[in-house]
């Protein structure tokens, strides 16, 4: 059973820095195309940032030049460095991915989610 287990959200101060962390796990063929949504107390879920295998990336207007998307594909895991934090950042982030557990086709996962909160 394939699984996206997400760390690294919490408090940070406007201006701060996180880094967030989603490594899966299971019984992995391969992965394809890797993204971060977030999603804000009243809002619909929202893409932030997607990556695939080969490292091309596309990240939100809103967060362009804050926030890059990473993958190492050797361990299976997906980051979001976030910098220049602000309130409107505050948010659950999930991150998604496009799994080919062995033996079987690709399907969709979703992590958990993990808190995000900038103070002003």
């Known amino acids: 059973q394939v699984q996206l287990v997400e760390s690294g959200g919490g408090l940070v101060q406007a201006g701060g820095t996180l880094r967030l962390s989603c490594a899966a796990s299971g019984s992995i063929a391969s992965i394809n195309i890797m993204r971060w949504y977030r999603q804000a107390p009243g809002n619909q879920r929202e893409l932030v940032a997607i990556i695939t295998p080969g490292g091309t990336t596309n990240v939100a207007d809103s967060a362009k030049g804050r926030f890059t998307i990473s993958r190492d594909n050797a361990k299976n895991t997906v980051y979001l460095q976030m910098d220049s934090l602000k309130p409107e950042d505050t948010a659950v982030y999930y991150c998604?991915?496009?799994?080919?557990?062995?033996?079987?086709?690709?399907?969709?996962?979703w992590g958990q989610g993990t808190q995000v909160t900038v103070s002003s």
């Open positions: 998604n991915a496009e799994v080919r557990p062995v033996g079987l086709g690709y399907k969709n996962y």
